[in-house]
Antibody, heavy 117, light 110 residues
Framework: QVQVVESGGGVVQPGRSLRLSCAAS????????MHWVRQAPGKGLERVAV????????QYADSVKGRFTISRDNSKNTAFLQMNSLRDEDTAVYFC??????????WGQGTLVTVSS | QSALTQPRSVSGSPGQSVTISCTGT?????????VSWYQHHPGKVPKVMIY???KRPSGVPDRFSGSKSGNTASLTVSGLQAEDEADYYC??????????FGTGTTVTVL
């Protein structure tokens, strides 16, 4: 049974940092890219970052490029999203998601990040 | 990568059909047969309803169907039911590890 569980969200002041974790199980984690998708209040879904199965050549949405870093530890079946220089507009529910092919078959429950002074 | 364009809202009475369009470009929707659709009830986890343009995952009612023509994909919900009221997002593969979501459509059951 596939499980994806995010953690690490919370309230943080603008300019500060936060690290999200995504623990996965039930599938060959080290064989698949992992994605972070967010939804800001009243907004749509946005894929913010992806990391290939081997951790190379990660990619980012323009809105977070240079501030967010995605990484993974295949020995622990866990992906991470390091968020630096946080802004008000980064306030969102952050989902970890993956799929065996070209769609997101499995999503975590999401973790809420609130950037506020 | 710009978001795919969807109508902000569509509505229909129970039993009717509604169709949601999703317009992209020749670099995403028009280039790849990898369009997926997600149903999202507020506060819940998005659920894939259609993948690879027209395939339905196990457990998704056959009232949901997908198609594509050129740079525009479509999701049709037939026999509309109260539980279909939700936000719907299309998503297209765009090469490499790139995916782009649509702007989202709220389906209202009258």
């Amino acid at each position: 049974q596939v499980q994806v569980v995010e953690s690490g969200g919370g309230v943080v002041q603008p300019g500060r940092s936060l690290r999200l974790s995504c623990a996965a199980s039930g599938f060959p984690f080290s064989n698949h890219p992992m994605h972070w998708v967010r939804q800001a209040p009243g907004k749509g879904l946005e894929r913010v970052a992806v990391i290939p199965h081997d951790g190379s050549n990660e990619q980012y949405a323009d809105s977070v490029k240079g501030r967010f870093t995605i990484s993974r530890d295949n020995s622990k079946n866990t992906a991470f999203l390091q968020m630096n220089s946080l802004r008000d507009e980064d306030t969102a529910v952050y989902f970890c998601a993956w799929g065996p092919d070209y769609y997101f078959a499995y999503w975590g429950q999401g973790t809420l990040v609130t950037v506020s002074s | 990568q710009s978001a795919l364009t969807q109508p902000r809202s569509v509505s229909g009475s129970p039993g009717q059909s509604v169709t949601i369009s999703c317009t992209g470009t020749s670099s995403d929707v028009g280039r790849y047969d990898y369009v997926s659709w997600y149903q999202h009830h507020p506060g819940k986890v998005p659920k894939v309803m259609i993948y690879d343009v027209s395939k339905r995952p196990s457990g998704v009612p056959d009232r949901f169907s997908g198609s594509k023509s050129g740079n525009t994909a479509s999701l049709t919900v037939s026999g509309l039911q109260a539980e279909d009221e939700a936000d719907y997002y299309c998503c297209s593969f765009a090469g490499g590890y790139n995916f782009v979501f649509g702007t989202g459509t709220t389906v209202t059951v009258l």
